[in-house]
């Protein structure tokens, strides 16, 4: 397939190397390290207009750069791309992955996350936590929300990096003309409360702190062992996001079982207890999930910002020796506030 974009003609291999709900993902032969996402006719057919327009303003309008520190941080959209043909939009040019993982790898059970990640401790995890809030608050710092901040669109490695694609789904505004592209999907288990008060996504107004309630909750999953702030379950891959959904009932009424005692909710037993964290972690977690229905409105302006969330986590993540973490004989890595290892200690429970 021969496309064409601003910056010329791309040449795409006839096979698809990923196939999702919207389009599918093509290697560029004329253009090493990127990639082209074609949309299905059935997405074109409803949003072309609109996705076109947003693109443009993404590729010329707002000045990201994907790659910082020699590392790829998000996969910013960099041609838009007509049929050579016709000169029909069908999709766009985009940095292309060096890895095949997606964050819920490591969002399962011990056995299997070891069998991907054989040396993975909480050290990991605070890295994975770290790299996941500072692309965050990276994009918040150019004034960009992402919206749909779900397990599927944050790409990890091996070494602790964290990569944040789907971009066309983010939330834009073009502040030239001050047209906004909505984000208009979620899954409901990750969304903030003032977004999940909506019947349909659509009508939800995404914001930074919106962002950082998802973000929260991700790193509460990173760094308590894959607990659940609000269900305590373990994670499941390839959650679809919906435009309409079903209220997370937890999130809506605050009902986290870690902050919150509630007389038909507990926490599980195999989930780590509260004082793995230190205070100020805590404490952080603690400012976005502790709320009840008629605090809700008041509740959004104390979350940790996703910008607090890289100090929070800096002194934990910061190369070896750290003097922030200890390793017990059976080579867990827990937080040195610790006077002994929680995870020998739950070991021993369980």
């Known amino acids: ?3 064409r974009g601003r910056k010329g003609k791309y040449q795409l291999y006839d096979h698809y190397l990923a196939k999702g709900g919207e389009g599918s993902v093509y290697e560029i032969i004329n253009c090493k390290g990127s990639v082209a996402k074609i949309y299905h ?21 707002i000045g990201i750069s994907p790659v910082v520190n020699n590392f790829l941080k998000v996969a910013w959209p960099q041609d838009v791309l007509y049929d050579d043909r016709g000169g029909k939009f069908i999709g766009f040019v985009m940095p292309k992955l060096q890895t095949n993982y997606k964050i819920y790898h490591i969002q399962q059970d011990e056995n299997h996350r070891k069998k991907l990640f054989p040396n993975y401790t909480w050290k990991y995890a605070v890295q994975y936590a770290y790299n996941l809030a500072w692309n965050v608050a990276y994009l ?10 779900n397990m599927n669109n944050i790409a990890i490695d091996t ?15 073009n502040k030239a ?24 996504i659509a009508d939800a107004n995404f914001t930074k702190a919106a962002d950082d309630f998802s973000l929260a909750i991700h790193i509460f999953r990173l760094l308590m062992m894959n607990a659940d702030p609000f269900c305590a379950k373990l994670v499941g891959k390839n959650v679809d996001s919906v435009s309409a959904l079903d209220a997370n ?6 009902e986290s079982p870690f902050f919150r005692k509630l007389p038909n909710k507990m926490i599980p037993p195999w989930a780590p207890p509260m004082d793995l964290l230190s205070n100020d972690i805590a404490e952080a977690f603690r400012n976005t999930f502790y709320y009840k229905p008629t605090t809700v409105i008041q509740s959004i302006a104390k979350r940790t910002t996703a910008e607090k969330w890289t100090e929070l986590l800096f002194k934990y993540a910061k190369a070896e020796p750290n003097p922030n ?17 929680p995870f020998c200690t739950m070991n021993k429970k369980n």
């Open 159 to 173: 070494k602790g990096h964290v990569v944040l694609i789907d971009c066309d789904s983010f939330d834009i505004t």
């Open 1 to 3: 397939m021969i496309c």
């Open 140 to 149: 918040h710092m150019n004034d960009i929300v992402i919206g749909d901040l």
């Open 41 to 61: 006719d059935s997405k074109l057919k409803t949003s072309s207009r609109i996705l076109e327009k947003k693109l443009k303003t993404m590729t010329l309008n």
């Open 325 to 341: 973490l200890r390793t017990c004989p059976v080579g867990h890595v827990y937080s040195a506030h610790r006077t002994s290892c």
């Open 249 to 254: 009932t937890s999130i809506l009424n605050g």
């Open 177 to 200: 003309t001050g047209e906004h592209f909505k984000c208009e999907v979620g899954m409901p288990e990750l969304l903030a409360p003032e977004i999940q008060s909506h019947s349909r």
